[in-house]
């Protein structure tokens, strides 16, 4: 299993500060024995706007060389020829060490200002995502499609990784789950999902690997906080992680998760089945069922929301680097 910390790429106000923070946070990560760090995506994100993904790898790539840079993007606002050549450029400039997620998104505020209806969403994501892997594959693209026309096309610059770097996608619901094993080279599982929910789209996702002749690659992305007790760690980073929750819900994000995962709830009820907070030893118990039980092969861990005090946040990170990777990797 392999462990990866999400940066603190969303911030109220942006400043030179923050920005220390994230690359601080990058450099922690590899001296705490992580061996990924992910970025994420969104557009017109309020009160917590992201530092682009594209930009933020190749700044980050500088202070951590060796470890693996994970970008997400949102496929369907993204074409897929400005997307291949940053992708092939990152991965150039981090020497290999790059995967690729992409998901379909869902707010509406990022299809307004991309200029196309929420309906669009799937067939813009099906058709630039084949689209995109025949360009980092060097083929030749001819594609008729109601979005993109692109006749004759070949990506001009070589991926250090081949035939490309590993293009994982993302899915919170049984169809995303099937798409990802029929096209993707992973699924990747939000911080939303709860573990009942997991443990049945991992049977989801298992039948359609074993249909496509394909293994099993699950990333997943876990709220966490180490500390000496769940009381402690709770104590620490609750007020900030509810915060950010209420945000997501305000977003619509339970709209397109399953019932199961609503969350527009009370924050007992949020983080029950969903979080990892409390000691090594409770993160150890939780981890070996995420591997045992739905077979997952790296888990990210973000402890950082805004307006945590982010000295302690960072001892988290080390925490679980010191006390919790190492039982894991035995």
């Known amino acids: 299993?392999?462990?990866?910390?999400?940066?603190?790429?969303?911030?109220?106000?942006?400043?030179?500060?923050?920005?220390?923070?994230?690359?601080?946070?990058?450099?922690?990560?590899?001296?705490?024995?992580?061996?990924?760090?992910?970025?994420?995506?969104?557009y017109l994100a309020e009160p917590y706007p992201f530092l682009q993904p594209t930009p933020t790898v190749a700044r980050v790539a500088a202070d951590v060389p060796g470890m693996e840079l994970r970008a997400m993007y949102l496929m369907p606002l993204n074409h897929p020829l400005e997307l291949a050549e940053n992708i092939a450029t990152l991965d150039i400039l981090t020497n290999g060490h790059l995967s690729v997620g992409v998901a379909m998104g869902y707010r509406e505020v990022e299809n307004r200002g991309f200029g196309f209806p929420?309906?669009?969403?799937?067939?813009?994501?099906?058709?630039?995502?084949?689209?995109?892997?025949?360009?980092?594959?060097?083929?030749?693209?001819?594609?008729?499609?109601?979005h993109y026309q692109i006749e004759g096309i070949r990506l001009t610059i070589p991926t250090v990784q081949q035939p490309?770097?590993?293009?994982?996608?993302?899915?919170?619901?049984?169809?995303?789950?099937?798409?990802?094993?029929?096209m993707g080279d992973g699924w990747i599982i939000a911080t939303r999902a709860t573990t009942i929910t997991l443990e049945r789209q991992a049977e989801v996702y298992r039948e359609a690997l074993r249909e496509a002749g394909k293994e099993p690659n699950i990333v997943i992305f876990r709220e966490t906080f180490v500390a000496d007790s769940k009381e402690k760690a709770l104590e620490a980073c609750r007020p900030f992680l509810g915060a950010k929750y209420e945000s997501v819900a305000g977003w619509g994000h339970q709209n397109v998760l399953p019932a199961s995962d609503n969350l527009a709830?009370?924050?007992?009820?949020?983080?029950?089945n969903r979080f990892l907070i409390g000691s090594p030893d409770d993160c150890v118990r939780q981890l070996q069922w995420y591997r045992d039980?739905?077979?997952v092969s790296c888990v990210s861990i973000r402890c950082i929301w805004p307006g945590i005090d982010f000295r302690k946040a960072l001892e988290s990170i080390r925490r679980f680097g010191r006390e919790v990777i190492p039982t894991m990797k035995r």
């Open 293 to 295: 039980k739905v077979g």
């Open 1 to 42: 299993m392999k462990f990866g910390v999400i940066l603190p790429f969303q911030q109220p106000n942006w400043t030179k500060q923050h920005v220390d923070e994230l690359l601080e946070t990058a450099r922690t990560a590899q001296e705490a024995g992580f061996d990924v760090i992910e970025i994420g995506q969104h």
């Open 118 to 146: 929420a309906k669009e969403r799937y067939s813009r994501f099906i058709e630039g995502f084949k689209v995109l892997r025949q360009l980092l594959a060097r083929e030749e693209v001819n594609f008729r499609g109601k």
């Open 265 to 272: 709830v009370p924050f007992e009820e949020l983080m029950q």
């Open 164 to 182: 490309h770097p590993p293009l994982m996608i993302g899915g919170n619901v049984d169809a995303a789950v099937r798409r990802a094993a029929r």
